[in-house]
């Protein structure tokens, strides 16, 4: 799978990209917002993991941005910022899975499968849906 990473703590990046290099993924490390944005352009990843909270762009809007440009992509959110209102937001602008700071690196592929699995069951019912109003 194609993996960016955006994350304003250059050491977390690093962890994160490490855990998920080792699953033979290819991963994009980015922790300058300029650069989060046009490595999601041109990378085109399957899967977005990106904080809130990042440097020189807003994160709300850069999750909203990604699932605008990139519908089918994966959106994993992690933050320190941790509140119901918060995490009602993330999801509402496209996240498909929240993951609060501090966490296990090495947790993470757990956290990409289990959001895997609920998009792939989101799928089936929205299609099991339409061919019962068929």
Same mark, same amino acid.
């Given at each position: +799978?194609?993996?960016?990473?955006?994350?304003?703590?250059?050491?977390?990046?690093? @962890?994160?990209?490490?855990?998920?290099?080792?699953? #033979?993924?290819?991963?994009?490390l $980015?922790?300058?917002?300029?650069?989060?944005?046009? #490595? @999601? =352009?041109?990378? $085109?990843?399957?899967?977005?993991? =990106?904080?809130?909270?990042?440097?020189?762009?807003?994160?709300?809007?850069?999750?909203? &941005?990604?699932?605008?440009?990139?519908?089918?992509? +994966?959106?994993i959110?992690?933050?320190?910022?941790?509140?119901?209102? @918060?995490?009602?937001?993330?999801?509402? @602008?496209?996240?498909?899975?929240?993951?609060?700071?501090?966490?296990?690196?090495?947790?993470? &592929?757990?956290?990409?499968?289990?959001?895997?699995?609920?998009?792939?069951?989101?799928?089936i019912?929205?299609?099991?849906?339409?061919? =019962?109003?068929?």
């Amino acid at each position: +799978m194609k993996i960016l990473i955006c994350e304003s703590n250059p050491l977390l990046v690093q @962890l994160m990209g490490k855990e998920l290099m080792s699953e #033979q993924n290819e991963v994009h490390l $980015a922790w300058v917002g300029e650069e989060m944005a046009s #490595q @999601l =352009t041109s990378f $085109a990843p399957d899967i977005l993991i =990106t904080e809130v909270l990042l440097p020189q762009i807003n994160g709300f809007e850069f999750i909203h &941005n990604a699932r605008l440009q990139f519908p089918n992509m +994966m959106i994993i959110v992690i933050s320190s910022l941790i509140s119901n209102r @918060l995490t009602e937001l993330i999801f509402r @602008l496209g996240a498909d899975e929240y993951i609060s700071k501090p966490f296990d690196p090495t947790q993470l &592929n757990n956290h990409i499968q289990r959001a895997i699995l609920r998009k792939k069951n989101s799928l089936i019912s929205n299609a099991i849906d339409y061919v =019962t109003k068929i």
